[in-house]
T-cell receptor
């Protein structure tokens, strides 16, 4: 079955550590996205990529980094510069760029700082 | 900048009721509008996608309407069931921007 796989489901980070969240899709979608969800704040865009080797910052990119070396993969690194990383992270993909078709989401990664 | 508002923030209804969830957006230059469902601790499941040229979309007991000129969409759920309990999110792309989300409506259907 085609879909988006996020791993791990739960992740714990110590203060000062960098951690990487994985997102893989087999839908042959061109565009991929990372959103952050906090209670009461809805989903906020971190980074997005429309094609391989290209990506753009979203509304809350500070403290995060991404890469898009393959069409299928869009990993997100939460760096030590991110002051409040505890949140639920959602990856999504879509066809034909930003606006033509609907988005498909993964099942999310819950990151907790310990 | 696009802003999306969903009303009410929470809703509790007895089983069997028909209900309406509301979504409004500030920039009417949208390509489409998408409704999602989210269960606690889970990812988003797409329910309905309405293209800007359409007025409504239906899937089973769900019907979504779109009035682009007034910046509004509604999600109608017929004959609600306890299994419909979840958070419902609407989202729109506009211009060259990825989806912008509302904060959602948390629905509880009481048996």
């Amino acid at each position: 079955d085609g879909g988006i796989t996020q791993s791990p489901k739960y992740l714990f980070r110590k203060e000062g550590q960098n951690v990487t969240l994985s997102c893989e899709q087999n839908l042959n979608h061109d565009a991929m996205y990372w959103y952050r969800q906090d209670p009461g704040q809805g989903l906020r865009l971190i980074y997005y990529s429309q094609i391989v080797n290209d990506f753009q910052k979203g509304d809350i990119a500070e403290g995060y980094s991404v890469s898009r070396e393959k069409k299928e993969s869009f990993p997100l690194t939460v760096t030590s510069a991110q002051k409040n990383p505890t949140a639920f992270y959602l990856c999504a993909s879509s066809t034909k760029g930003l606006a033509d078709y609907g988005y498909t989401f993964g099942s999310g990664t819950r990151l907790t700082v310990v | 900048k696009q802003e999306v508002t969903q009303i009410p923030a929470a809703l509790s209804v007895p089983e069997g009721e028909n209900l309406v969830l509301n979504c409004s957006f500030t920039d009417s230059a949208i390509y489409n509008l998408q409704w999602f469902r989210q269960d606690p601790g889970k990812g988003l499941t797409s329910l309905l996608l309405i293209q800007s040229s359409q007025r409504e979309q239906t899937s089973g007991r769900l019907n979504a309407s779109l009035d682009k000129s007034s910046g509004r969409s509604t999600l109608y759920i017929a004959a609600s069931q306890p299994g419909d309990s979840a958070t419902y999110l609407c989202a729109v792309p506009s211009g060259n921007t990825p989806l912008v989300f509302g904060k959602g409506t948390r629905l509880s259907v009481i048996a």
